[in-house]
């Protein structure tokens, strides 16, 4: 199973209201969730980035691919312009964006790419049709499983976000053999969600949610657990 930290190095992600890095909070829960996982001895856990580095959404696509990850998991916590907003959501790859609220967080996390010098600014709605007719039907309803199971698991601990399942072009999902989602923990321009992840404590709660929905999931008929990556 594959853990991807969200931004890392040159890319802070979303700095919160009173200066926290996204980056860092998406890598301290995802170390921690890597951390109970591997403590059940039931999986084999692979971090994209095991330090604060860049690393391009392409190449931590191909990291999770070239490690035969069974399933992708990837930590944020963004910003939105309402600043009210607040509480977890977890996202998959669709050509169309559920919302204009996950349209927009798409194209910024889409366009964490920009720090590579690339000169590409986020994923056209061309190039997103692209992405998800790549992904095999397996792996879509994979990561719908997934995220239904992320989605309940998290509502039993803390506040979800309105209509919590939601999808929109991310690139960083669009492995065609691998289910993927994309958890947003909670928004950095809320100051309440801010302060919350900053806890060690809460960012452990957020992770055994996550741990209990990954073992629902593979408990489920259909997905083999593989020992890999
Ligand atoms: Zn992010």
Redesign the pocket.
Request: net charge negative; proline share 3%.
């Given at each position: 199973m594959c853990l991807d930290p969200?931004?890392g190095g040159k890319d802070p992600?979303?700095i919160g209201i009173s200066g926290t890095y996204?980056k860092h909070v998406a890598f301290a829960a995802a170390r921690e969730l890597g951390r109970q996982l591997e403590a059940s001895g039931r999986y084999k856990i692979s971090l994209t980035r095991e330090d604060d580095v860049f690393i391009p959404l392409e190449d931590r696509v191909a990291l999770a691919q070239s490690r035969g990850a069974s399933l992708f998991i990837s930590i944020?916590a963004?910003a939105l312009l309402d600043h009210s907003v607040h509480g977890a959501s977890v996202y998959t790859l669709a050509a169309e964006a559920s919302d204009a609220q996950t349209a927009s967080l798409a194209r910024r996390?889409n366009a964490a790419d920009r720090y590579a010098g690339l000169g590409m600014v986020g994923v056209s709605p061309q190039v997103a049709e692209i992405l998800a007719s790549l992904v095999r039907r397996e792996t879509r309803v994979g990561s719908a499983e997934m995220q239904q199971h992320i989605v309940a698991s998290l509502g039993q601990e803390m506040t979800l976000l309105e209509h919590p399942a939601r999808h929109a072009g991310f690139a960083v999902l669009k492995a065609a053999d691998i289910p993927s989602v994309l958890v947003e923990m909670g928004f950095m321009s809320n100051s309440h969600d801010e302060a919350a992840l900053r806890q060690a404590g809460h960012r452990a709660m957020v992770a055994n949610a996550i741990r209990r929905a990954v073992d629902s999931y593979f408990a489920a008929e259909g997905h083999p657990a593989r020992n890999t990556g």
């Amino acid at each position: 199973m594959c853990l991807d930290p969200g931004h890392g190095g040159k890319d802070p992600g979303a700095i919160g209201i009173s200066g926290t890095y996204e980056k860092h909070v998406a890598f301290a829960a995802a170390r921690e969730l890597g951390r109970q996982l591997e403590a059940s001895g039931r999986y084999k856990i692979s971090l994209t980035r095991e330090d604060d580095v860049f690393i391009p959404l392409e190449d931590r696509v191909a990291l999770a691919q070239s490690r035969g990850a069974s399933l992708f998991i990837s930590i944020h916590a963004d910003a939105l312009l309402d600043h009210s907003v607040h509480g977890a959501s977890v996202y998959t790859l669709a050509a169309e964006a559920s919302d204009a609220q996950t349209a927009s967080l798409a194209r910024r996390e889409n366009a964490a790419d920009r720090y590579a010098g690339l000169g590409m600014v986020g994923v056209s709605p061309q190039v997103a049709e692209i992405l998800a007719s790549l992904v095999r039907r397996e792996t879509r309803v994979g990561s719908a499983e997934m995220q239904q199971h992320i989605v309940a698991s998290l509502g039993q601990e803390m506040t979800l976000l309105e209509h919590p399942a939601r999808h929109a072009g991310f690139a960083v999902l669009k492995a065609a053999d691998i289910p993927s989602v994309l958890v947003e923990m909670g928004f950095m321009s809320n100051s309440h969600d801010e302060a919350a992840l900053r806890q060690a404590g809460h960012r452990a709660m957020v992770a055994n949610a996550i741990r209990r929905a990954v073992d629902s999931y593979f408990a489920a008929e259909g997905h083999p657990a593989r020992n890999t990556g």
